[in-house]
């Protein structure tokens, strides 16, 4: 993977590129075939979204079942291969799941005191999602990412390339190219290594997730960013009635972001909007909670909760996190991206 440098850091690159490469580790779906699957079937799954074998144990036989052309002795038989080939019906050692876990990258957010209050950056194999009303630096965080997401590993990143799917039309690539600039990257490099797509439907959301898992098995990606989850939902589904429907298709969503972390060793961020809690305390805190309920409450690994400072102070909260302790911690928005405030 060519990634982008100036001179003042391709040596670093260049001289860890041999160490951060990892082995792949996953299988693509293509690998069905020395099972005895046959390639116009092994097609019709790539045409669906499965780009690994993984993804195809991932899934349900109802679901495998709804492809055009699979029937369900077919869809059994793929199953019966696709288990033989990765030998994921056994249960692992802690020491096994601790080797394995090894392997999770963590990324500069670009503020020292962020990182500190994860726990050392944005984890890879998991979902982060950043909460706030507007103005609270979600997105800026997301842009910053996009370019320490690219940096070697030694210099806390994921020496990977990065997805974008936006869905509020407000990702902007100049502001990528000043933030390159302070870490001291080409900018129109950065900008190559960047997968963009704007989307409009929840739909057509779910489509992109698909159309980049097969990207993903082509080049070495880092992170995954989705601005935001919420926004299309809330466009396409309205009122109580279609409450039920909408969770549920949130909720595949969810699960298909969260297969694509594990299987390809990336991140996720991705941004929430929040709506007003007045019953959320008799506090002087602005009270508002995030908005997808539950499910999308249990899908995300780590929660951060932003809201506005004085000036361009932002300050971040862990509202929900498997290792982090409840605190908090501000940082600055700058025109170099997130920094650490003064």
């Known amino acids: 993977m060519a990634l982008c440098a100036s ?12 160490d951060d490469t990892e082995e792949t580790t996953f299988n693509e779906v293509e690998k ?10 092994i097609n019709k799954l790539k045409g669906a979204g499965y780009a690994t074998v993984m993804s195809v144990i991932q899934s349900t036989s109802k679901e495998l079942t709804q492809i055009k052309g699979l029937s369900d002795a077919k869809v059994d038989k793929i ?5 033989k080939l990765e030998a994921c019906n056994a249960f692992m050692s802690g020491s096994d799941l ?11 957010t670009g503020s020292n005191n962020l990182d500190k209050l994860l726990g050392g950056g944005i984890e890879s194999m998991c979902i982060t999602e950043l909460f706030g009303e507007n103005r609270t630096g979600k997105t800026q965080v997301c842009h910053t990412l996009c370019v320490t997401a690219q940096l070697p590993q030694n210099m806390k990143g994921g020496n990977g390339k990065v997805c974008y799917v936006d869905t509020e039309g407000t990702f902007r690539p100049e502001k990528i ?3 390159a600039e302070r870490f001291g990257l080409e900018g129109d490099a950065v900008l190559d290594n960047i997968l963009y797509a704007r989307a409009y439907t929840h739909e057509q959301q779910m489509e992109l997730l698909k159309a980049a898992a097969q990207k993903m098995v082509e080049e070495p990606f880092a992170l995954l960013v989705v601005d935001s989850i919420m926004a299309l939902f809330r466009v396409d589904f309205s009122g109580r009635g279609e409450l039920s429907e909408r969770q549920q298709l949130l909720g595949k969503m969810l699960s298909r972001i969260i297969k ?3 299987a390809f060793n990336i991140a996720c961020v991705m ?3 929040v709506m007003s809690d007045p019953g959320g305390g008799l506090t002087f805190a602005p009270q508002f909670k995030p908005i997808g309920g539950h499910v999308l409450g249990h899908a995300s ?11 361009d102070q932002r300050i971040v909260k862990v509202y929900d996190a498997p290792n982090l302790p409840e605190s908090e911690g501000i940082f600055a928005v700058s025109d170099a991206g997130i920094v650490d405030a003064e």
Not at 7 to 18: E, G, I
Not at 32 to 41: F, H, P, R, V, Y
Not at 301 to 311: A, F, Q, W, Y
């Open 32 to 41: 069905l075939q020395e099972m005895g699957i046959n390639m116009a079937d």
């Open 301 to 311: 690994t780590v929660r951060l909760s932003l809201r506005k400072g004085k000036g």
């Open 271 to 273: 941004t929430n909007h």
């Open 260 to 262: 694509l972390c594990d």
């Open 7 to 18: 001179k003042s850091v391709a040596k670093q690159m260049a001289s860890t590129s041999a």
């Open 177 to 179: 190219i000043k933030i």
């Open 79 to 83: 199953l019966e291969a696709a288990r």
């Open 98 to 108: 601790m080797t394995k876990r090894n392997r999770i990258l963590k990324m500069t």
